[in-house]
């Protein structure tokens, strides 16, 4: 049995439940927005636990795992492209898909669509090596200037800008 009264038993107040929430004078069932924080959920509330969505940032925490970003001093932060770590809606560590405001991912990074890829491919949750063509796509995206990282060069006039 429960220490406080179950979900559905009758309660005066809600630390009379072991939900912490009493209306109507019945024990109410935890949700993710009755300003409780419950067992599972962050310190904040209503966040970040296995029944609720991540908690963003200025929230306070308990473990990066109740976090969109990491947990830091007890306090959510923002997911960031740059601190080597998985967080936010990246697919591997600093890299996802356009919506996750990173890079996109390399060839071997994990994925979970063809989005996070720079070659647009995600084959058993990888990134698939770039083919002749999409290297040949990619560098004429950035205008087949030398010194792009994609193994692109300029051709033609030897002569000096003056």
Request: hydrophobic fraction near 20%.
């Amino acid at each position: 049995g429960c220490q406080r009264c179950c979900v559905g038993s009758v309660c005066l107040v809600g630390s009379d439940c072991s939900s912490r929430s009493c209306s109507g004078g019945v024990c109410a069932a935890p949700t993710c927005s009755d300003g409780i924080a419950q067992a599972d959920e962050a310190p904040g509330g209503d966040c970040g636990g296995g029944r609720c969505e991540l908690c963003g940032p200025g929230v306070s925490c308990s473990s990066s795992a109740q976090c969109t970003g990491q947990c830091v001093g007890g306090i959510c932060q923002a997911p960031r492209c740059d601190n080597r770590l998985l967080d936010g809606s990246e697919q591997d560590v600093d890299c996802g898909p356009p919506s996750s405001g990173c890079q996109l991912c390399m060839p071997g990074d994990r994925c979970l669509s063809g989005s996070a890829c720079l070659g647009g491919m995600c084959t058993e949750g990888r990134c698939a090596a770039l083919t002749a063509q999409t290297i040949r796509n990619l560098t004429s995206a950035v205008g087949g200037v030398t010194g792009t990282g994609l193994g692109s060069t300029q051709s033609g006039s030897t002569e000096t800008p003056q």
